[in-house]
């Protein structure tokens, strides 16, 4: 008899393709057929039900979402610090996430491609808007309904390859030099207001707030424009007003610039902090520098 993964037939969603996603790069559903019906006899028949199905219960393997009384989170689920109630998808992440992660590490760190499905494109629209694109339009025939539903569950599921990609081996790993930029910051300046990232082009912004936060340092480290006389100045222009060797420029709005040295951009920063910013722009914006 054929193992099945059940969903809902009809127009189809982001949530229940990328719970069917999920569920078949997990060695327990890899091989499952996808049945999509609302008929309760033949979903009554399947191994795991998602989206669709009136039930919520882990132990039977029953994902839905829809029914009255439903409210489930990731904290009533005792997973993770997060409210907002959950879709199938998050149901079934929710459960089964974390191997779901450990299956996509595995096969991205061995080089195994994940499915042969459709190139991944741009387009106007979030994630489930561009997975509602694969669904027949009003003008076209729905005879591929199941064909569709395929496509899209491999669209959204290389955007979600291509995220854990990048949080495992990107975003997390930049965590530590963010974190030692921090730590080092008064070997900058005595004020501990300037932080030196020496690894440029790092993801930092989300792991510095984090930090930040943890630390509680926020005061200690006030975000404020760069001088307003130096705005929009560039090159030669830009060294003469600053009184800085080898500027390259600062954006008019004062929220970056930048040096041709590390040790200039160093000094830009402090005689900046001296000067302050100038005017009566916001001093909550982030000052960077560029060398």
């Keep these: 008899m054929t193992s099945l993964i059940g969903t809902h037939s009809g127009k189809f969603h982001c949530d229940e393709a990328f719970a069917c996603f999920m569920l078949k790069q997990l060695p327990k559903f890899k091989e499952h057929a996808i049945l999509r019906t609302r008929d309760a006899s033949q979903l009554e028949k399947c191994d795991i039900v998602v989206d669709?199905?009136?039930?919520?219960?882990?132990?039977?393997?029953?994902?839905?979402?829809?029914?009255?009384?439903?409210?489930?989170?990731?904290?009533?689920?005792?997973?993770?610090?997060?409210?907002?109630?959950?879709?199938s998808a998050g149901l079934v992440y929710a459960h089964y996430g974390k191997d779901v992660i450990n299956q996509s590490i595995d096969a991205i760190d061995n080089g195994i491609a994940q499915y042969d499905g459709v190139p991944r494109y741009h387009?106007?629209?979030?994630?489930?808007?561009?997975?509602?694109?694969?669904?027949?339009?009003?003008?076209?025939?729905e005879n591929d309904a199941d064909e569709r539903f395929q496509k899209a569950m491999e669209f959204i599921g290389e955007e979600f390859v291509r995220s854990v990609k990048y949080l495992a081996n990107v975003w997390w790993p930049a965590r530590e030099i963010i974190e030692m930029a921090v730590e080092k910051r008064f070997e900058n300046d005595?004020?501990?207001?300037?932080?030196?990232?020496?690894?440029?082009?790092?993801?930092?912004?989300?792991?510095?707030?984090?930090?930040?936060?943890?630390?509680?340092?926020?005061?200690?480290?006030?975000?404020?424009?760069?001088?307003?006389?130096?705005?929009?100045?560039?090159?030669?222009?830009l060294s003469k007003e600053s009184g800085i060797p080898g500027g390259v420029f600062v954006h008019i709005s004062g929220f970056i610039g930048g040096n041709l040295t590390r040790d200039g951009a160093l000094a830009m920063a402090r005689k900046a902090l001296e000067l302050g910013a100038g005017d009566e722009e916001n001093p909550a914006k982030k000052q960077k520098m560029e060398s």
């Design 123 to 141: 387009s106007p629209g979030n994630l489930s808007a561009r997975t509602g694109q694969f669904n027949a339009h009003w003008n076209e025939p």
């Design 52 to 87: 669709v199905g009136g039930v919520f219960d882990h132990s039977k393997q029953r994902y839905d979402h829809h029914q009255r009384g439903f409210t489930e989170t990731m904290r009533t689920l005792e997973k993770l610090n997060f409210d907002t109630k959950l879709s």
């Design 190 to 237: 005595a004020s501990g207001r300037i932080i030196l990232i020496e690894n440029g082009g790092c993801p930092w912004k989300e792991h510095f707030f984090d930090i930040e936060a943890e630390k509680n340092i926020r005061d200690d480290n006030n975000r404020q424009p760069l001088p307003a006389a130096w705005r929009g100045l560039r090159d030669d222009d």
